[in-house]
């Protein structure tokens, strides 16, 4: 049986120890609680630094838009929509980004990033510098063993040749001192 002793029989020295006791044991609880909750929640924001997919401007060849979407990161995949009529006439996958539900830690999604016209093919560059070409006619999709070199996309035009913008323009005219006939 464990007595209890009166408020007014503890020393001062003894009333302080147990405020300090007392306070300290409130900290503790406080800094327990901070700890768990970091331990709980900051690694979901470690994963999450995924920056937003590339925007892949729309090609326009031969009347057909093709666009590549880059919606949900699951599966790369371009359609083709008729220019005239806004209807969708295909969409054809190009590759897929496998998801491994096993895996520690899971893989960031690659998503196209430029897209091109040559020689009658779409030519698709994927983030990871995968290329891909879709035959616009059979509608097959064939892995390349290099990127393509650089070149203009079909809605867009070449810079004319041998010309100056005129931001660039330089005016040539002789001074007037100089034509005055000294």
């Not at 090609?59 to 083709?80: C, F």
């Not at 996958?93 to 496998?98: E, G, I, K, S, W």
């Not at 016209?117 to 560059?125: A, E, Q, W």
Request: net charge positive; no cysteine.
């Amino acid at each position: 049986m464990a007595t209890t002793v009166p408020h007014s029989r503890l020393t001062p020295q003894l009333r302080r120890g147990f405020v300090v006791v007392v306070s300290l044991l409130h900290a503790m609880r406080h800094l327990i609680t901070t700890l768990v909750l970091l331990a709980v929640f900051v690694p979901g924001i470690a994963y999450a630094k995924r920056k937003a997919p590339p925007k892949v401007e729309p090609v326009i060849y031969e009347g057909v838009r093709y666009n590549a979407p880059n919606d949900n990161g699951r599966r790369a995949y371009v359609q083709a929509w008729a220019t005239t009529t806004n209807k969708m006439l295909w969409k054809v996958t190009v590759f897929r980004n496998r998801i491994d539900p096993m895996a520690e830690e899971a893989m960031p999604p690659v998503y196209i990033k430029k897209m091109s016209i040559s020689d009658g093919k779409l030519i698709l560059v994927a983030e990871n510098d995968r290329a891909y070409s879709v035959n616009l006619k059979t509608r097959t999709v064939k892995r390349l063993k290099q990127s393509p070199p650089e070149k203009t996309q079909a809605n867009k035009s070449p810079a004319p040749v041998g010309r100056l913008s005129s931001a660039f323009a330089v005016d040539i005219t002789a001074p007037a001192w100089l034509s005055s006939g000294r």
